[in-house]
């Protein structure tokens, strides 16, 4: 029999911080499930960490690509995504944890309880390397507002999302994009279907300078500028948007210590709009 829900969880090189993403699947309340986990070539102790996690239990399954992809991470979220036997995806990154227990249990009731949505997901606590919370912030909730802000910025925190698998597939599922890939899934999601955010905390993020969309902030807001170009005739606000975003490409030119300095005030100013 096939699970509710797959988790895709991609990997590379984070073996100290992927047991806590894993256990946190593990305590979910919602045992429907299967943890489909894609080592990205990894070069430490990961694949015999994985190689445990598999006989401890059968529900974890593991992949290895043939070769490195990052920073293009949408070939391995693809790879996740068609290895995956669940009606719903659900999605965590390897330094990230579920916070709420409950997560999987509130989303497949609600996916379930209605049809016409395509993908739900939820609020997110940042945190630092010792686990302190810097700041909390949480998305805009109803289908009607999420689609007017949808080109301002990312209207969903990836690993807080469950979505459904055959309407991700109709769609072509992630884009041939190195950056925002999740942004541009959302925003294709979102012709086929309603989206939702609730207003609860769903998962710890790890902000500690190590982020693809830290290290990687210049090519990534160029890209983004394309993403909502090509979305343009679908949602509102493209003007406004494009500008917005336009101002966040500028920013990335800055020196790279004044960048770190800034980034926790900006990404949380940028969340709260």
């Known amino acids: 029999m096939e699970p509710i829900v797959s988790v895709v969880i991609p990997t590379y090189n984070r073996v100290k911080l992927l047991d806590r993403a894993i256990r946190s699947v593990l305590k979910q309340g919602f045992q429907d499930w299967e943890l489909v ?3 990205d070539c990894s070069t430490d102790e990961t694949p015999q960490i994985l190689a445990n996690w598999a006989k401890h239990d059968p529900r974890i399954r593991v ?3 043939e070769k490195n992809n990052y920073p293009d991470i949408s070939k391995t979220l693809n790879r996740g995504l068609n290895e995956s036997k669940g009606k719903y995806i659900a999605r965590l990154d390897d330094d990230d944890y579920w916070f709420d227990r409950e997560k999987l249990k509130k989303q497949v009731e609600f996916l379930e309880g209605h ?3 395509v993908l739900c997901g939820g609020g997110v606590i940042v ?3 010792s686990e302190k919370e810097l700041f909390r912030y949480l ?3 109803n289908d009607k507002d999420i689609r007017s802000r949808a080109l301002f910025a990312n209207p969903f925190s990836h690993t807080t999302t469950l979505y459904l698998k055959k309407a991700a597939q109709k769609v072509g599922g992630y884009g ?3 950056y925002a890939e999740d942004w541009d899934l959302w925003l294709k999601l979102g012709e086929i279907g309603k989206m939702y955010n609730f207003q609860e905390y769903f998962t710890c993020y790890l902000m500690a300078g190590q982020s693809k969309s830290f ?4 090519p990534q807001s160029k890209m983004i500028l394309e993403i909502i170009k090509r979305h343009k005739n679908t949602y509102p606000n493209f003007w406004k948007a494009y500008l917005f975003n336009l101002s966040q490409y500028i920013y990335s030119f800055l020196p790279l210590f004044l960048r770190k300095r800034l980034h926790p005030f900006l990404s949380s100013f940028k969340r709260s709009i």
């Open 63 to 65: 992949f290895r690509n």
């Open 127 to 129: 945190i630092d390397g």
């Open 115 to 117: 049809p016409d949505y």
């Open 37 to 39: 986990v894609i080592d």
């Open 139 to 141: 998305k805009i909730e």
């Open 215 to 218: 290290i990687h902030q210049k």
């Open 176 to 178: 041939d994009w190195r």
